[in-house]
């Protein structure tokens, strides 16, 4: 067949065998929107002129489910004849084979996709696994006891702070130097390192090292340690950089902390006169008056210093007691205690209250915290430790060591005055159950952990007896039916 003259009218109801000459003089009649320049070489394959000029090419085809299937291949020149040809012939290829070209490429881009989503959550995780690796012990720990401090009490919490804490703060112990700076925990080794780091071989090297210079406080630690690995295993994130087994759980850290030692210190019935003779000549009555309570009631000594005078029934002459065990107990209020209670200034609601914080107007209160902002500490008011900023007395340890030492008791601390309750109830064969009630011990016994319940009269049968045995042991006089002092205001 000859071929068509350069500047023949081209016919557009056929095919034509593509060529560059043709396409270039290609154009769409005046009377019509567009026409189709079709390719007698690929079948489905044209190229679409419209009025103003432009030319795209086209593929299009009908699908075996019948639907019309059309393809825009780009623009010519820019895609040559030989590209168009083609791609038609790949598309044609997928048409013969029954699919349709648009459902594979969703399908490739719903891969592509995909795995653009996996290599992002590979790059999160990977950016969330460097995260859990840098994280440190002491970071861990703090976040610890930011969860768990509503479901603790107040020295619970105080003992984590205080075993973890890296020291270097000015001591406010008394008598210290002015110099002095308080010691690192015996946790703050271990603070630094990474979580991840913290293993069975290092906890030992730890324990090796604090069980030589302070075993007691070191225990204490470890026992917070161990907990704290274990709440550690509960959180995924955590577990995953954890060995399976709680590495504080070793027993080369137990022996290397040693056993505690049992506690023997307690008051001897031959020892009572000393004792009560130099704590009653204690200069301030209300600490006189806290530590014989400690005594004669077995509680406590957190306890005891606690209490508020709302806690006094002396209608039903009964104490109510906040238990760390169960929350709050009644035991009776005796005649002597009472006494000892009624003497004592209702400066504010604490029954062992403290003149210390009487002054708290603003003004005061600035000047307070002034003063503290310059030495570089917390004020008074926020001191965790300091109980006196609260109106009640922080517990007397040192006014007990110098009573104790005056009456040739030295050893005896304030846990042992309750032991002492607890032993020298022997001497009057009071039945266990009655003293671990009062003293707030939980039941050792079926029977009185489910069937026993004694009513405050009961145990005001046995209380009075004990305490004034112990009265009369101690050489106190004292006489129980007389009216206690009336309760005094301090203004």
């Known amino acids: 067949m000859a071929r068509p003259s350069k500047t023949a009218e081209i016919d557009y109801s056929r095919a034509h065998d593509l060529t560059y000459g043709l396409l270039a003089r290609a154009t769409c ?36 489910s019948g639907k019309l299937f059309t393809r825009a291949l780009g623009e010519w020149p820019t895609i040559s004849i030989e590209e168009a040809r083609r791609k038609a012939h790949d598309l044609r290829g997928l048409t013969e084979q029954g699919l349709d070209p648009r459902d594979l490429e969703r399908q490739q881009a719903e891969a592509e996709q995909a795995e653009r989503d996996r290599l992002a959550a590979e790059a999160e995780a990977s950016k969330a696994r460097e995260a859990l690796d840098a994280l440190t012990v002491g970071q861990v720990w703090a976040a610890y006891i930011e969860e768990r401090r509503p479901h603790w009490g107040e020295l619970h919490c105080r003992d984590h702070i205080i075993k973890a804490a890296p020291g270097g703060l000015p001591s406010k112990r008394r008598g210290a130097d002015k110099d002095a700076k308080t010691r690192p925990g015996p946790l703050a080794p271990l603070m630094p390192l990474k979580l991840r780091d913290l293993d069975t071989a290092t906890i030992e090297r730890w324990a090796a090292t604090e069980g030589k210079t302070r075993p007691s406080s070191a225990r204490l630690a470890w026992r917070l340690l161990t907990v704290f690995l274990g709440w550690c295993a509960e959180h995924p994130q955590y577990r995953a950089i954890l060995p399976a087994q709680n590495p504080a759980k070793s027993r080369k850290a137990r022996e290397a902390l040693g056993k505690p030692g049992v506690k023997s210190d307690v008051l001897t019935r031959e020892q009572l006169p000393a004792w009560f003779a130099q704590v009653r000549q204690i200069q301030n009555p209300v600490i ?111 006014p007990h060591t110098r009573a104790c030492k005056a009456a040739g008791l030295e050893g005896l601390t304030l846990h042992g005055l309750r032991r002492s309750f607890a032993s020298l109830t022997e001497w009057l064969e009071i039945p266990a159950g009655v003293v671990a009630q009062i003293q707030g011990h939980k039941p050792s016994a079926t029977a009185e952990k489910h069937y026993k319940r004694r009513p405050l009269d009961l145990l005001r049968l046995h209380h009075e007896r004990i305490e004034a045995w112990v009265l009369e042991q101690a050489g106190v006089k004292f006489d129980a039916k007389a009216e206690p002092a009336r309760l005094s205001v301090v203004m």
């Open 29 to 64: 009649p005046p009377e019509r929107p567009f026409v189709l320049l079709k390719d007698t070489d690929k079948k489905g394959l044209r190229l679409r002129i419209t009025q103003a000029g432009g030319k795209h090419w086209q593929f299009e085809t009908r699908l075996k």
């Open 288 to 398: 006189a008056a806290a530590l014989q309570v400690m005594l004669l009631t077995g509680a406590r000594p957190g306890e005891v210093m606690s209490l508020r005078w709302d806690d006094l029934n002396t209608q039903w002459k009964g104490i109510t007691i906040r238990d760390k065990v169960e929350g709050s107990r009644e035991i009776p209020l005796t005649p002597y205690v009472a006494a000892l209670l009624a003497a004592l200034p209702r400066r504010n609601q604490w029954v062992f209250s403290s003149a210390y914080a009487l002054d708290m107007s603003a003004a005061n209160i600035k000047r307070r915290a002034t003063k503290a902002a310059k030495k570089g500490t917390d004020t008074p008011l926020g001191d965790v430790k300091n109980r006196s900023a609260e109106g009640r007395l922080t517990i007397p340890n040192a």
